[in-house]
């Protein structure tokens, strides 16, 4: 090496150790309120009550499973007993083995702390090294880095605990290497790209997404445009000196399109390896992820439209400031938040004026090296928008290019479309570093474009005044209102269980944001029946006896199945050791329900643990385990008249039929069945297999059919599929195929 090149390098480094050592200092400004309790309490809004804790105990699961030789992707400590896929859940594993260290010595809530305050750390440190990348000038990078780890959509993020889309840092990372790679046109750099798109992937599925739109975009704004005189392929990037190295001699005209087309093969050799490197690393979680969405075994809910409209961004939304501000923050919150998102708490889209003022001037000043940057912003406020064009209170109908990604294979499973901000941040960073260069360059009266002095850490004292003015600035307008703290305390009678005391049965049940079962879990790690995950598996457990009255929170009504009769059995066979009523999160109203369920499931049980916040149950043993049935998904609610009960059905309705003996057994199963407004086929299967079509008349006519079935020990599953229509009634829109208007399940002999 030189001694030029070796001064360069020196400069290089400690330029950015400063850096660093600065979003350090930052960021620990920014968590200082949680410093005192780092291991006890984290800081959000609202949101982070929930969320804060779904991703504190991911932060838990990843460290378990990892010391413990588990699948960090399968818990079986969720939605007992059948566990959780969280292939597609935002489990952020990258996060967990980041902090794997600090969560093993002082706990999950250390972890999650740890890495939050990273994610500023290291998205500054990404977000100048793509600055620097751009403008070569380290001051100007700083600001760079600086807009983009405090850019407000990060600080939402932080606002509302969702750790794996504060974690910004490796897309940053990617768009760093991918521009080196582009640039420079060295295998290492599309290797290095390859593995922190990879990472992103185990960071937020919804992150790689975005990453390949942008990759895209990238790919198409960088392709090589024709070679000069020079015989080097004019690509669009930056005037790094690692673009010119090439740049040998002049040849003749003849010769610069074979030039040309070898740097298209370079050009897509480097996507190639940058691609092929992601898939590699990812296979071992993007294929089980696909075959959960859309493999036979698929069990998560569909995405509701009107959710995707819900968390798109609105035209208007762009222009606001953010949400989170101390001053101004309340106001657009009760006025824009209110009018255009009504439903949702989490539409915080601002972009920051000062960002977007220093973006406009790289933009007007040093328009050839911002102008992609300014379109790669463009493309991320464009999918922010979501389906359809919403403007203030008006739903427009204009569709929009995120249209395109719902109908491409394992993309429909995304439902907040405006944390495409996060690309418009990525592509502000270098764009608002060139602000600062040429704003700089000016005050120190140097030429346009200059960006030797700009590196430089001796300035003018009047760079160093415009540079503060500016931080002042990005402090004032980006630094949000001190928030709360969501403490980790929990009863201390969870300290007394232990997982081989049996799954918990939580009253209320653990269903969407309700995180304390799994808050409560990181202290006794005993399975839980349900749990918050952000997707929400199939769990017909649900419906089961001695189950469901609690997971309803009310006496079991049904006497079709007779589950009253089955609660023990129910409880005994899927392991429930204890019930867990958390009688401080009962509405007042709902508790003469739930002391009529315990009643109902426990008639001369005593509490084995009681006080005014908690009481604990411990299911009793019975000698001999009893098989059983029950309704799965599919049925609606019983009905009744003075003379019969019934029980309609959707698309599917599956019967769950439970051989709690350790030899198969053989059953009879008897269904009345009719027909909604005219007769239907029926096609019912055992366990997916299907066993017979039967044609059902329609009512008032019915038809009783007639099963007997040898099932092997364990749980099944019955299924009756048919057509559905819309009920005609005024006061219901249900799509009906069936009617159940008598079973009846009898078990037979055991089988020798």
Known sequence: MTEAGRSGWQRWFVGVLGAVASYVVLALLV????????????????IAGADGWQHTWHVWWTALAVTTGQNPFVTPLLFHPQGALLYVQPLNVSNGLLVLPVTLAFGPVAGYNTAALL????????????????????????????????????????????LELMTVQWPALYAFFALRAVETRRVRDALLAGLMLAVTGYTSWYYLLFLLVWSVAFALLWLPRGVGKTGVARAGSSPHPEGQERARRDPPLD??????????????RQWVVIGFTALLVLAPVLIPAMASLYGPERDLAEVNPEEVRISSANLLD????????????????????ATWHPLSADWNVALGYTILALALIGGALAWRQAWRWWVLAG???????GPALQVGPWQTGVPMPYRLLQALPGADFARRPLHFTMLTTLALAPLAALGMREVLARVAGQPRGSRTDASAIWQPLRSWVVLGTVVGLLSFELLPVRWMLHDAAVHPYYATLAPDDGALLHVPPPLYKAFAPQKAQMTHKAPILGGYLARIPRYDVSYAPGIQPFWQMRPEAGHLLDPVGAALASLNYYGVGQVLVNWDTIHPERRPLVEAALAQVFPEVAPLYSDAVLGAYLVP???????FGYFGSGWYDEEQNDTQRWRWMGAQGDIMLVNAAATPQRVRILLNLASYAEPRDVTVSLDRVPLATRTIPAQPASAVRTLYLLLAPGEHRLSLRATTATEVSRTSQRE?????????????????
């Open 318 to 337: 762009f222009a606001l400031p953010s949400y989170l501000h101390p001053l101004w923050g309340p106001t657009v919150a009760a006025t824009a938040g």
């Open 119 to 162: 994610s500023f750390v290291l998205a500054g440190l990404a977000g100048y090294l793509l600055a620097l990348r751009v403008t070569g000038a380290h001051l100007p990078a700083w600001i760079g880095g600086l807009a983009f780890a405090w850019a407000p959509f990060h600080m939402t993020r932080l606002y509302d605990g969702q």
């Open 379 to 385: 493309v991320g406020m464009l999918f922010a928008l």
């Open 736 to 752: 009906l195929s069936l009617v159940l208007s008598g079973i009846e399940l009898v078990w037979l002999q055991e089988m020798e």
């Open 31 to 46: 968590f200082l309120p949680v410093v005192p309790r780092f291991a006890q309490a984290f800081q959000g809004g609202p």
């Open 255 to 268: 010769q610069r399109y074979p030039q040309l087309l070898r740097q298209y093969g370079v050009w897509l």
């Open 621 to 627: 043993t019975i000698e001999e385990a009893a098989s």
